[in-house]
């Protein structure tokens, strides 16, 4: 999604934000823009990447504020409303100050409407220039930018982060935000503002995160909080990653530094849950879990993904009915909710619209909600009654890896700490599989991993295809789901994930000779029958790579045309392996294509709109 920075302090300021508008070109954008204090504000946007921008600020489109500006914001737009053109791009400037916007104005039409009657004239589409001129006018009439701020919040619907330079008030930036992520820090050379931490990582690792609709002033010696009774205070956050791990680190991709970090990620995320060997996590919420009547699991994409093999672990290890819910369609169709079925939201940011509306919905509705989040201090973290951090580091690359095998893992870990209160598994067994889990599934990605040249053998194969189908039963077809969304989203080939026994209902019609299908089988109990349904597909000519493991390997390997044997037989394991090398595969398809593999277009890393 769109990207803030902004800076107010000694140092010339185009240089700050340059590097912050790159530490955050990887959530997606398609122009961007910066505006320069001064009794006249500077404002130079383009469309297209940043390159552009910095060539147009060469060229002098700032004039001397280049050099001699020390305050100023810039941004980078995932374009909503309207083309990605100059005009569109952020800032949007009057004469009084200059705006960025994060998020979505909903009543823009109406505002403009209002605005237009009262003279102003609109130069963009974009529903951040109601914004900016409804400022502007009550800026006008008022003179006082907190003041301004707030009234500003009080009129607009929707999820923004703003930040706000004014051209009287040449040091300050002010910001506020609703729905969507904005942090301040300071540094020993002045305050920061920006929508991610990536952003002030080369500055400062300590930051605040201001409540929703609260200005925040920001003034070369401090950083303040307003709401309507005053100032507030809030406590320092401090980041718990390294600037290294945000940076690529001699990789060609982000992507694939990060899904090489899974094991590791695993490792982190799980040992702070053990206590003498078994489940502890250390939280009502789901150490309590085997007194509860079923649970949902609510998230998108990715995350939501995660849920599907979560549920799949948890039903047949704890025999605890789980729903998966895409957050979009859990918040408008009515869901019927009840106490004793926990909502567990899941989400890498933590700042997914939907996702956070989703828990909003549940609390209103008095359901115990849990989240597990990667990222620590963000809104859904914030708002949910209890939280677990998946410890997977930045996730930088738009397609989640890391984050995914983080997420699945800690649902294998909570099924076995469900199943053994419960009574369903003895201890003996829950020391086995939490040592499995902790201990054994780092190892197996890792070894997974490391037979990268096998999956780009098979890249080669898939690289021209147009149409590639994922299949497989139970567990493993919840791991095609997550394999072929990888694929579609990165290399832009057209791919679907079916349930192995379904195919023969509509969807074989579409396999003609030399179509690719990848089947994925890890669990014996269905191999013979994944093993008959990859006949079918060879007898219409459809081309096999399947994954496969040694406990499947005979039902498996002589029905496929190429074949890579998992060296995991454990079933709850296996299919994470599965998926890593499905990630794997993705990329070097992607890669073999020339496609933009950390920013796929089209897409966001946070999608702070519903
Ligand atoms: C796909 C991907 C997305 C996210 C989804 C949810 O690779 O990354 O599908 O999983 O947008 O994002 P979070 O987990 O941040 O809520």
Redesign the pocket.
């Known amino acids: 999604m769109c990207g803030i920075i902004g800076y107010t302090g000694v140092k010339p300021v185009c240089p700050i934000l340059l590097g912050g508008l790159r530490a955050l070109e990887y959530r997606g954008y398609d122009s961007a823009g910066i505006a320069l204090s001064g009794c006249t504000l500077a404002t130079v946007k383009r469309a297209g990447r940043i390159s552009v921008l910095e060539e147009a600020l060469a060229a002098g489109a700032a004039g001397e504020k280049v050099e001699s500006a020390c305050c100023g914001i810039g941004h980078t737009r995932w374009a909503t409303h309207g083309a990605p053109t100059d005009e569109n791009a952020h800032p949007h400037a009057t004469p009084r100050l200059a705006l960025v916007h994060n998020g979505i104005i909903e009543n823009d039409r109406a505002l403009r409407r209002e605005l237009e009657a009262a003279g102003y004239t609109f130069v963009s589409e974009t529903d951040t220039e109601s914004a900016a001129k409804l400022l502007d006018s009550i800026y006008g009439a008022c003179g006082d930018p907190v003041a301004a701020m707030l009234g500003l919040d009080g009129r607009l619907s929707g999820a923004y982060a703003l930040a706000v330079i004014f051209a009287d008030r040449p040091h300050e930036i002010y910001a506020i935000r609703r729905d969507s992520p904005l942090i301040a820090a300071q540094s020993p050379d002045g305050v920061l503002l920006a929508s991610d931490i990536p952003a002030i990582l080369p500055y400062t690792r300590s930051y605040y995160r201001p409540d929703e609709g609260e200005v925040v002033r920001l003034r070369a010696d401090g950083i303040t909080f307003f709401d309507a009774n005053g100032e507030k205070t809030h406590p320092l956050c401090t980041v718990n990653w390294d600037v290294e791990e945000a940076e690529r680190g001699g990789y060609s991709h982000f992507m694939r530094k990060e899904l090489g970090e899974a094991p590791e990620g695993v490792r982190r995320t799980l040992s702070p849950l053990i206590r003498d060997g078994l489940p502890h996590f250390g939280m009502p919420l789901l150490d309590d879990l085997h007194e509860k009547k079923g649970m949902r699991i609510v998230?998108?994409?990715?995350?939501m993904h995660a849920g599907l093999i979560g549920r799949t672990y948890l039903e047949r290890l704890a025999r605890l009915p789980v729903a998966v819910e895409i957050a979009s369609e859990f918040r408008y169709r009515d869901p019927i909710i009840s106490a004793d079925e926990p909502v567990l939201l899941?989400?890498?940011?933590g700042?997914?619209a939907d996702?956070l509306a989703a828990l909003r919905l549940a609390k209103a509705n008095g359901v115990p909600t849990a989240a597990i989040v990667n990222v620590i201090g963000s809104s859904v973290a914030r708002e949910a009654d209890a939280v677990m951090a998946t410890h997977a580091g930045p996730e930088i690359a738009?397609?989640?890896t890391k984050?995914y095998t983080t997420q699945a893992a800690m649902l294998a870990l909570l099924a076995v700490s469900t199943a053994y209160a419960r009574g369903l598994i003895d201890e003996q067994e829950a020391r086995a599989r939490t040592d499995a889990l902790c201990r054994r599934l780092p190892e197996a990605l890792e070894e997974t991993i490391a037979r990268e040249a096998e999956l780009e053998a098979f890249a080669a194969r898939l690289a021209e295809a147009e149409h590639v189908f994922y299949i497989g039963r139970g567990v493993d077809y919840d791991a095609c789901v997550e394999g072929s969304?990888?694929l579609k989203?990165i290399s832009y080939i057209h791919s679907e994930a079916y349930a192995a026994g379904e195919l023969k209902h509509g969807t074989i019609s579409l396999i003609e000779p030399g179509v690719p299908v990848l089947a994925v089988s890890t669990d014996p109990a269905v191999a013979a029958k994944v093993a008959s349904n990859m006949r079918e597909v060879r007898a219409r000519g459809g081309e096999i790579i399947a994954f496969c493991t040694p406990a499947t390997e005979a039902d498996i390997a002589p029905n496929a045309d190429f074949c890579m044997v998992l060296d995991e037989n454990d079933t709850t394991l296996a299919p994470l392996c599965a998926v890593s090398a499905l990630h794997l595969l993705a990329y070097h398809v992607a890669r073999l294509r020339g496609c933009d593999i950390d920013k796929p277009r089209n897409l966001a890393k946070?999608?702070t709109v519903e």
Do not use: P, Y
């Open positions: 998230a998108c994409g990715t995350a899941l989400s890498q940011s700042e997914t996702t738009v397609a989640s984050a969304l990888k989203e946070s999608v």
